[in-house]
């Protein structure tokens, strides 16, 4: 039987025709595909990254890229089925492949609507606020951010070869940073089907993606302190390659996300009668049954108060006993086997470690197979619960991690006692904590959360829409400290600025301002006859600036935005109480200052301002009292060309204006800026 040889795409071609290791099956162990014998140029290939990849990239800007991602997750969407097809052969079954594959996707268009709503035109990220580094304003200085002029190198494990590839991939594409992506050998066809339809989509610049199918051979002594390296896999291997020689001496960033020893913890308030108590056992099964354990999030330990232990013993016993391990292919199967052979001699040969100190509460290897399932030839565990009676005295069980359907209880006698429990994992990815008392929250929390990257409080109402222990989300992170790999990923725009260089920048308020793409105070002004609103989007300046006539404050003004409002609050109203406070006197309301500053500057008239669509940064600076005059001066700050049409396909963007509001001494008293959708003159 003919299988494909699995190719690498390096420079533009794709590389290797020589059957080198075969890669089998991991429920029939027959033979899937093959990688390649010939060794890759990793020279050429980050010349032409570094070269024709990165001016590709920076073609395009922040939105062009975010609307290029959009795009492929769309596309990626409509060919999931061939990715399903490859994923089975990981052992994956269509619940556990979702999970892979639409959550990669997901992933991928999320970091497109992150970018689309919260990333500038252009290709610097100005990261303010500013900062007066003179006395009369002649002199600022803040950070911007900008792409990084050399590649990334993905390094992925074996067990999420569609999202591993896509969570890294879409905020390096987003920062504008091309890079080339190394999958885990045993799982590598179906991260090759992922790239080869990647490739076949036509919207990637030339040089933003590479694939290596094997070996990495000399690339990371290649690489220099343009370059970064993301790492997801095992704490040994991280370790391992961290200390390469090359990464030390060049500064290159090296970003690990290892497996750990998670653990899951149900307080001694929660009952065998209680909602959390059934949500907890369901928590820890569904994390030994989806991708048969093999979850670098996965729940490894299982701390229990020693009055439940018995219940949920019994509880997980009877849940486990339920689930159908079998060929993924079946509908029925709830469990597949391993990713590989070598995956389960390994699991096998760590079991038997912990073995030596626990004792066996439900033993997969006595488990049954579903109908039609490989025993000999697959990489087939059964779920197995271990119990550790004495976790204060085994180091083992917090050192040793079964990268399978293992989990082991530990008794503990107080709160206090299971998180220094859990923390003896020595740095974990996740920990849920099961309670239904706010307080214990609140303590385990600040207590758990030193040595976790991600905590999950678990009670009856999160449950109706929590996405679970072991599920990395796009908008937090994921990662963890120390044998969790110090590193982070995900986490909204985080993980975008880690592909991106941070520095700070001094000037003048004008040259700062020309900098960073956003008009800074102090900095030069556009004064202009025409009404800033009047202007269609292409034709707005930033710094063009409006200053508008003066407003005297009344006392019928206060009153009758009270009356509109229903806002009576004393030092509005109350003359007596007002003369006894800070101020002396009665003010004016902070939202009609808003109010009224906004009167002295809208252009009432239809014109190319679609909508206000919110504020930013509002502060009330000083209070403006009954005879004040105020003015205001409103300058467009910044545009985002969001490559948007309406439902008349008419373009539109994004402008954000800087609204001073001052009195008659020219004391500032209100400062924000407000949001703007503006029209185009032109459709997109």
């Given at each position: 039987m003919d299988i494909p040889v699995l190719q690498s795409y390096l420079a533009d071609q794709w590389f290797g025709r020589e059957p080198l290791e075969v890669l089998l099956d991991a429920s029939s162990g027959v033979a899937a595909a093959s990688t390649h014998a010939e060794k890759p140029d990793f020279a050429a290939a980050l010349h032409h990254a570094r070269g024709q990849g990165v001016r590709g990239l920076l073609a395009l800007d922040f939105q062009e890229r975010a609307q290029r991602l959009k795009q492929l997750g769309k596309y990626l969407s409509e060919h999931k089925e061939e990715l399903y097809a490859w994923s089975t052969h990981t052992g994956a079954t269509r619940p556990d492949g979702w999970i892979d594959i639409e959550g990669g996707i997901a992933t991928l268009s999320a970091y497109a609507g992150l970018g689309s709503n919260e990333l500038p035109s252009g290709n610097v990220l100005h990261e303010g606020p500013v900062v007066p580094l003179g006395r009369k304003g002649h002199f600022v200085g803040s950070h911007i951010l900008v792409p990084r002029e050399g590649v990334a190198v993905h390094i992925d494990a074996f067990n999420f070869p569609v999202w591993g590839l896509l969570e890294k991939f879409a905020p390096s594409f987003l920062a504008g940073m091309p890079c080339i992506a190394k999958p885990a050998t045993s799982t590598s066809y179906l991260t090759w089907a992922?790239?080869?339809?990647?490739?076949?989509?036509?919207?990637?610049?030339?040089?933003?993606?590479?694939?290596?199918?094997?070996?990495?051979?000399?690339?990371?002594d290649r690489l220099d302190g343009q370059d970064i390296v993301t790492f997801t896999g095992s704490a040994a291997t991280a370790a391992k390659l961290r200390a390469n020689p090359n990464l030390l001496s060049r500064g290159v960033p090296f970003n690990a996300e290892a497996d750990s020893l998670n653990s899951a913890i149900l307080a001694p308030d929660v009952k065998p009668q209680d909602a959390e108590f059934e949500l907890f056992a369901e928590e820890i099964v569904r994390e030994m049954r989806v991708k048969a354990g093999q979850k670098c999030t996965a729940i490894r330990r299982i701390l229990v108060p020693r009055k439940q232990l018995e219940a949920l013993s019994q509880r997980l016993r009877e849940k486990l006993s339920r689930i159908a391990v079998g060929d993924p292919r079946s509908s029925d199967v709830q469990m597949g086997p391993l990713a590989s052979k070598a995956q389960q001699t390994d699991v096998l040969a760590q079991l038997q470690r912990l073995r030596k100190d626990c004792a066996t509460v439900y033993d997969g290897g006595e488990?049954?197979?579903?109908?039609?399932?490989?025993?000999?030839?697959?990489?087939?565990?059964?779920?197995?619960?271990?119990?550790?009676?004495?976790?204060?005295?085994?180091?083992?069980?917090?050192?040793?991690?079964?990268?399978?359907?293992?989990?082991?209880?530990?008794?503990?006698?107080?709160?206090?006692?299971?998180?220094?429990?859990?923390?003896?994992?020595?740095?974990?990815?996740?920990?849920?904590?099961?309670?239904?008392?706010?307080?214990?929250?609140?303590?385990?929390?600040?207590?758990?959360?030193?040595h976790h990257g991600r905590v999950l409080v678990l009670d009856a109402q999160a449950a109706q829409e929590s996405t679970g222990h072991g599920a990395p989300l796009p908008m937090l992170k994921h990662g963890g400290p120390g044998r969790a790999g110090g590193g982070e990923e995900l986490g909204g725009l985080r993980a975008v600025t880690h592909y991106l260089q941070r520095t700070a920048v001094q000037g003048s308020p004008s040259m700062v301002a020309?900098?960073?793409?956003?008009?800074?105070?102090?900095?030069?002004?556009?004064?202009?006859?025409?009404?800033?609103?009047?202007?269609?989007?292409e034709d707005l300046q930033i710094g063009e600036s409006l200053l508008t006539h003066?407003?005297?404050?009344?006392?019928?003004?206060?009153?009758?935005?009270?009356?509109?409002?229903?806002?009576?609050?004393?030092?509005?109203?109350?003359?007596?109480?007002?003369r006894q406070s800070p101020f002396g006197q009665r003010i004016a309301h902070g939202y009609?200052?808003?109010?009224?500053?906004?009167?002295?500057?809208?252009?009432?008239?239809?014109?190319?301002?679609?909508?206000?669509?919110?504020?930013?940064?509002?502060?009330?600076?000083?209070?403006?009292?009954?005879?004040?005059?105020?003015?205001?001066?409103?300058?467009?700050?910044?545009?985002?060309?969001?490559?948007?049409?309406?439902?008349?396909?008419?373009?539109?963007?994004?402008?954000?204006?800087?609204?001073?509001?001052?009195?008659?001494?020219?004391?500032?008293?209100?400062?924000?800026?407000?949001?703007?959708?503006?029209?185009?003159?032109?459709?997109?």
């Open positions: 992922l790239v080869r339809r990647m490739l076949q989509w036509g919207g990637l610049p030339a040089g933003s993606l590479q694939l290596v199918i094997g070996s990495t051979g000399d690339l990371l488990h049954p197979f579903a109908p039609g399932a490989h025993a000999q030839t697959g990489a087939f565990v059964g779920p197995t619960l271990l119990l550790c009676e004495r976790p204060n005295e085994v180091a083992e069980v917090h050192d040793v991690e079964v990268f399978g359907p293992v989990s082991t209880l530990l008794p503990y006698d107080d709160m206090d006692e299971a998180l220094e429990l859990a923390a003896r994992g020595q740095g974990s990815l996740v920990a849920t904590i099961a309670t239904r008392d706010a307080a214990t929250a609140s303590h385990a929390v600040r207590r758990a959360a030193v020309a900098v960073v793409g956003e008009y800074i105070r102090g900095a030069a002004r556009i004064e202009s006859d025409v009404h800033p609103f009047r202007r269609h989007f003066r407003r005297t404050v009344t006392e019928a003004d206060i009153v009758a935005f009270g009356g509109i409002s229903g806002d009576y609050f004393y030092m509005h109203f109350d003359e007596i109480a007002a009609f200052v808003l109010s009224a500053a906004a009167g002295l500057f809208v252009s009432p008239a239809p014109g190319p301002v679609l909508a206000n669509y919110g504020l930013d940064t509002l502060r009330f600076i000083k209070p403006v009292r009954i005879g004040d005059t105020i003015r205001a001066r409103l300058t467009c700050k910044r545009k985002i060309d969001r490559r948007k049409t309406d439902a008349q396909g008419r373009g539109q963007g994004v402008v954000a204006w800087d609204v001073e509001v001052r009195n008659q001494d020219e004391e500032l008293v209100a400062s924000y800026d407000i949001l703007t959708l503006v029209a185009k003159r032109n459709p997109d």
